[in-house]
């Protein structure tokens, strides 16, 4: 018999770490929910949106939007570039969550993009802001946050945190993203 999820509290969920992984275990977590009826949503950070990646094609086929609110990795465009693409992407995330529409939401390397070091990045993806939504989202939701170097004060306000950390990568041998693992 299955489980009613209406009087569940929403959980937040934080996965970390240099090693790869992260995305996979939110995108597990993701069809988890579909199976169990959640409505999902995702949004992902970093990845742009002139790109295709694998999950978001198989999500589209169960019904599930992924949407890519950045412009790529920080090296290749401008800090003006990358700022206006977290201004306008972090109100769409927050809004998501705060409308208590979905059940889960994935916050797919948000991490990365509020522990960008390069340029100013507080006053267009505010931390107090974020810590704000993990405390005041509606009681049902349940948010993962991904990506590297998350802020301790993400940390200490997730209820469960995961470190992925690399033992061994073939990218050390010299073998490239490979089609349908990496995207």
């Given at each position: 018999m299955g489980r009613s999820r209406e009087n569940q509290r929403g959980l937040t969920l934080v996965y970390t770490g240099a090693g790869k992984g992260k995305t996979t275990s939110a995108l597990g977590l993701?069809?988890?929910?579909?199976?169990?009826?959640?409505?999902?949503k995702i949004f992902q950070f970093i990845k742009s949106p002139e790109r295709s990646y694998g999950e978001q094609i198989?999500?589209?086929?169960?019904?599930?939007?992924?949407?890519q609110l950045g412009i790529g990795?920080?090296?290749t465009k401008t800090p003006e570039e990358h700022?206006?693409?977290?201004r306008t992407g972090w109100p769409r995330?927050?809004?998501?969550?705060?409308?208590g529409e979905y059940d889960l939401v994935i916050l797919d390397e948000l991490n990365n993009a509020l522990a960008i070091s390069s340029f100013p990045v507080?006053?267009?993806?505010?931390?107090?802001?974020?810590?704000?939504?993990?405390?005041?989202?509606p009681k049902h939701v349940h948010l993962v946050i991904?990506?590297?170097?998350?802020?301790?004060?993400?940390?200490?306000?997730?209820?469960?945190?995961?470190?992925?950390?690399a033992e061994k990568h073939y990218y050390n041998e010299g073998i490239p993203a490979v089609y349908g693992i990496e995207f």
């Open positions: 993701a069809l988890r929910g579909i199976g169990r009826g959640f409505n999902v198989a999500l589209e086929k169960l019904g599930v939007e992924m949407v990795f920080t090296w700022r206006e693409a977290l995330a927050k809004e998501a969550v705060m409308s507080d006053d267009v993806l505010p931390l107090a802001e974020v810590l704000d939504l993990i405390q005041n989202r991904t990506g590297r170097s998350a802020k301790d004060e993400v940390k200490a306000a997730a209820d469960l945190v995961s470190v992925v950390e």
